[in-house]
């Protein structure tokens, strides 16, 4: 899996950080998955090329997953390492079809009108890499998809808070347009990065829609699923402790520099998903009140 691997390498990614504490099989599994959301993704993101070349790129992956799915012969090297993955864990070509049909909706969409519009897109490309992952984790309950479905949401709506200035940079804005008509911003505000306390009143209505998240997947995760979702785990917690930062700054999202944690903030917190791992903590280190 030596492309797969340097794809998730090179990414330097919060998610792919998550993997230090997975055993090495299926860290290697996990890396060929990010891969396949990284490449996808790259291609909806490609703005210089058309949007009608993207659409067929992505019809191209559909396609070729679809392939590696059924026991076919893939043509991308990406999915060719990724097919003994799908095999052992019973990866279901649908969850891939839904996670390509998110990154179609960045090929028409630029701005979303209501949450319900938002939660879609949400769910297509995070929720549903989280029902994948779960599966390469090992979970047993059926209660561990809702975990999955409520964290990938709270991830994504945090990466939207931190990402208002590089969206807006390319013509997007994926905070809801009702939000931003009751707090009497305007797009034009956000695509000229203008920052007030109209904005910072916005972003934190939209955080507590994502603190809605966090405490559903908190109250979600099954006890017996616990230690086997310990990367996610940590995943959430990073996340939590992204967004509180945001909170402390109040949002101010426009400077050049991108709200971030740093090493060693990530390092502490391995450590203690790691510690509670190994002590059984029956508690998730995220969505308190």
Known sequence: MQHSQAITRNSASNLAQAFVLLPKSKRDAMAALYAFCREVD??????????????????????????????????LLVNQEFQPVIRQ????FELFDEL????????????????????????????VVGLLSIEIFGHRHPACGDYARHLGKALQFTNILRDVRADADRGRIYLPR???????????????????????????????????FYQRARLTLPAEDRR?????ELMGSVYW?????????RFNVFGPD?????KAHKLSLILRCWLGYVTGANHSPYGTP
């Not at 402790?241 to 700054?249: A, I, N, V």
């Open 228 to 232: 086997a979702m310990v990367a996610a």
């Open 258 to 262: 991108r709200i971030r944690l740093g």
């Open 42 to 75: 790259d291609v909806a993101d490609e703005d210089a090329v058309p949007t009608e070349i993207r659409r067929a790129r992505l019809a191209e992956w559909r396609r070729d997953i679809q392939l590696a799915c059924n026991g076919g012969n893939p043509r």
């Open 241 to 249: 402790d992204l967004l509180l930062k945001l909170e402390r700054r």
């Open 100 to 127: 390509i049909q998110g990154c179609e909706m960045d090929l028409d969409t630029l701005a979303y009108d209501t949450y319900e519009q938002l939660d879609l897109y949400c769910h297509r490309v995070a929720s």
């Open 89 to 92: 864990y019973g990866l279901r």
């Open 178 to 212: 009702e939000e931003l008509d009751r707090h009497r911003v305007t797009p034009a505000e956000i695509l000229a990065h203008q920052y007030s306390e109209r904005f910072c009143a916005l972003a934190a209505s939209v955080a507590g829609h994502a603190r809605q």
